[in-house]
């Protein structure tokens, strides 16, 4: 990343190419502050922060009393998820079901790190794998729209096939492993992903039906969080946690593997984070975990300043991979990949709803019925006009 004649945070790493990017008098971020923010409203790795978690603890086991499971925990076979099935189990005594969304894209590690973790802590796994051909139709239709959101599919599906197993065994509380200590919340506009979006997209692009693909429209988002009450809980919030400190115990209990870099665990993942975003769009999401890191103190900023400015890995053959899945020749592969750019604004999208509902949202965010990540990033309104140029220069 070239951050020459750019202003950069004096805080983090995040510069004025970021979208919806604003610097106090000191040069500090308005990010840094949304996060400082964060840490005042759950005390995070506080005594209170801890205190408070371990009521809503009590909370979940109370609900769950007399079901076979008390709470929900996606996993990907990576570090945070995997995290979670073990403090979740050994040290906040709950009964977790755990949920995994197969894209197909997985790598042999995740899916070996799955096994390993499930099995000696004897947990049970609810799946569900869309029909490979359906999964690539809907990933290629994303590639054709020359939009961002390549991977964005996969967010969505997991969310809902997290609530349809919460649903289907009577659970109200899903646990999720994000920690914005150790991976920043994505800057504001950057990214967009909905069910309409989603289906305007594939409509416009795909060839298969979307029989299998859990896409989730808003009448099922609103059914889950206001008819249901399911929750979203993010214990990472609240306690302590270190990435590290994670991978390590992980290795050490259940001969977990490391795959070698955050979300490498999925190969479509992959080629979204390390390939297509930063060729594609000059964009490069490791800001966010290196940002993180340096308002933690886990990382100085000059040293995140310094492996930021290095190209991402890229995994051996995994741009072959991506054209083979794909179905696309090298011509085509390099005529999308240069093709004019898109954004959420130019497709159907369930935005403008969202910011009208921002009142009712504010409410469910307070009752722990959506993250207030969703409730920041998706119901105000973005100066457009500011993000077009930003996206324009990139």
């Not at 005042?40 to 809503?56: N, R, S």
């Not at 109370?62 to 076979?77: E, F, L, N, P």
């Not at 994505?186 to 289906?199: A, E, T």
Request: hydrophobic share 35%; glycine share 6%.
């Amino acid at each position: 990343m070239n951050f020459e004649g750019k202003q950069i945070c004096t805080r983090c790493i995040y510069d004025e190419g970021v979208p919806n990017i604003t610097f106090d008098e000191n040069g500090v971020c308005n990010y840094c502050k949304i996060m400082d923010q964060l840490q005042d409203e759950y005390k995070t790795g506080t005594q209170e922060g801890i205190d408070t978690y371990l009521k809503i603890v009590e909370e979940i086991k109370a609900a769950g009393k007399g079901k076979q499971y008390d709470c929900v925990i996606g996993v990907s076979g990576g570090t945070d998820s995997s995290y979670m099935l073990h403090v979740a189990v050994k040290k906040w005594g709950l009964r977790p079901l755990a949920v995994h969304y197969d894209n197909t894209w997985n790598t042999a590690i995740a899916t070996e790190n799955i096994r390993k973790v499930l099995g000696k802590l004897k947990i049970d796994l609810y799946t569900h794998v869309v029909d490979n051909k359906e999964s690539d139709d809907i990933f290629k239709a994303f590639f054709i729209a020359g939009v961002p959101e390549l991977d964005g599919p996969t967010d969505i599906a997991l969310a809902e096939v997290l609530y349809r197993a919460s649903s289907k065994y009577g659970i109200k509380y899903i646990l999720e492993g994000h920690s914005y200590k150790a991976e920043g919340i994505s800057p504001l506009g950057i990214m967009y992903i909905d069910g309409k979006y989603i289906s305007d997209i594939h409509k416009k692009f795909g060839k298969l039906k979307m029989k299998t693909f859990p896409n989730m429209p808003l009448r099922s988002f609103l059914k889950w969080i206001i008819v249901q009450r399911i929750k979203k809980i993010r214990p990472l919030w609240y306690v302590p946690y270190s990435k590290e400190d994670a991978r390590a115990l992980l290795e050490k209990e259940y001969g977990w593997q490391y795959y070698g870099g955050h979300h490498l665990e999925n190969r479509m993942t992959a080629f979204h984070h390390s390939v297509y975003h930063p060729q594609r769009f000059g964009m490069d999401q490791r800001n966010n975990s290196l940002s993180a890191a340096v308002r933690s103190g886990v990382m100085k900023r000059e040293d995140a300043l310094e492996e930021y400015s290095h190209s991402p890995v890229i995994e051996p053959e995994l741009i072959s991979y991506f054209k083979k899945r794909l179905e696309l020749t090298d011509e085509e592969y390099e005529k999308l990949m240069k093709a004019p750019k898109h954004f959420f604004w130019d497709y159907k999208t369930y935005k403008q709803t969202f910011e009208r509902m921002r009142p009712i949202f504010f409410a469910l965010y307070k009752s722990h019925l959506v993250p207030k990540s969703f409730y920041l990033k998706y119901c105000f309104p973005l100066d457009m006009e500011k993000l077009k140029k930003v996206q324009a220069a990139q």
